[in-house]
């Protein structure tokens, strides 16, 4: 029995000495993403922060817990990555998707995909599910000025969350997988993790996998993906905000002109 345990052992180690570069580096970032996701779920939680008692000293204990969360995941999904593929792998910013890239593209892609946004998460919002669930922290619908933090240290979420798929696994992956599996590797937990979510935005997370990860391996820069990203839910929160300072419900113009008014 020893000696087949050895033998398989062998095996094994002949197996992975077998991989190249590439294939060894993968498997490092997939390994690496895996266990920088449990980290974040473990102590990057919102109740983790409230057992330490506030320690970063917000007024409101609770916008506290959700700069916790999001400062964790910018963390543990930008810094920590980029330094894996920097330092680590020795990957110029450009070969770690931290360049500009393409950003003619980008910024016209941008342009044509923001009015969109505006229209599909104004029909998204007149839903009750969505309603319940944005903006997350549900102070910031009681004042503009939180609202306005609460979207800033929102925006260094999602630079870790866009970082740790669309830069960190996608870039990580690609010259093992090839860019078109990569980017389908990167889809998979991503919208795993949307799970939770309402069922139309969970369904809509494969697809919004797909096309993010393609257009910024186009563009060879993640850095578009953040605000592409970062506009959906910030625009998703304002019109959440907005019926529920006015009351608007529906989709059409007098809902529309209710909401706004409920911007001064």
């Given at each position: ?94 070969q770690a998707g931290l360049g ?165």
């Amino acid at each position: 029995m020893i000696d087949r345990l050895r033998g398989e052992w062998q095996g094994l180690r002949s197996a992975v000495g077998g991989l190249s570069t590439n294939g060894r580096r993968a498997a490092v970032v997939l390994l690496t993403a895996t266990v920088l996701v449990l980290v974040h779920l473990q102590i990057g939680g919102r109740g983790v922060y409230r057992s330490l008692g506030n320690p970063l000293g917000f007024a409101d204990p609770e916008l506290g817990t959700w700069a916790w969360w999001f400062g964790m995941q910018g963390v543990l999904g930008f810094v920590i990555p980029a330094l894996v593929l920097l330092v680590g792998f020795r990957f110029t910013p450009r070969q770690a998707g931290l360049g500009l890239g393409d950003w003619k593209l980008a910024l016209g892609i941008g342009a044509l995909y923001l009015p969109l946004v505006v229209v599909g998460t104004w029909v998204l919002s007149d839903g009750a599910a969505f309603q319940v669930q944005y903006p997350h922290f549900f102070g910031a619908r009681e004042s503009w000025a939180v609202f306005l933090a609460y979207e800033a240290l929102f925006l260094f979420y999602w630079m870790g969350w866009e970082y740790l798929w669309r830069g960190f696994v996608l870039f990580g992956t690609a010259p093992a997988l090839g860019a078109p599996l990569a980017i389908v590797v990167q889809t998979v937990p991503f919208a795993i993790l949307h799970a939770q979510k309402p069922a139309a935005e969970a369904y809509l997370s494969v697809l919004g996998g797909l096309a993010l990860g393609a257009l910024v391996w186009r563009c060879r820069s993640f850095w578009i993906a953040v605000p592409l990203h970062a506009a959906q839910m910030l625009i998703l929160d304002l019109w959440a905000t907005l019926r529920f300072r006015t009351g608007a419900t529906g989709i059409g113009w007098e809902a529309l002109g209710q909401a706004l008014a409920g911007m001064g």
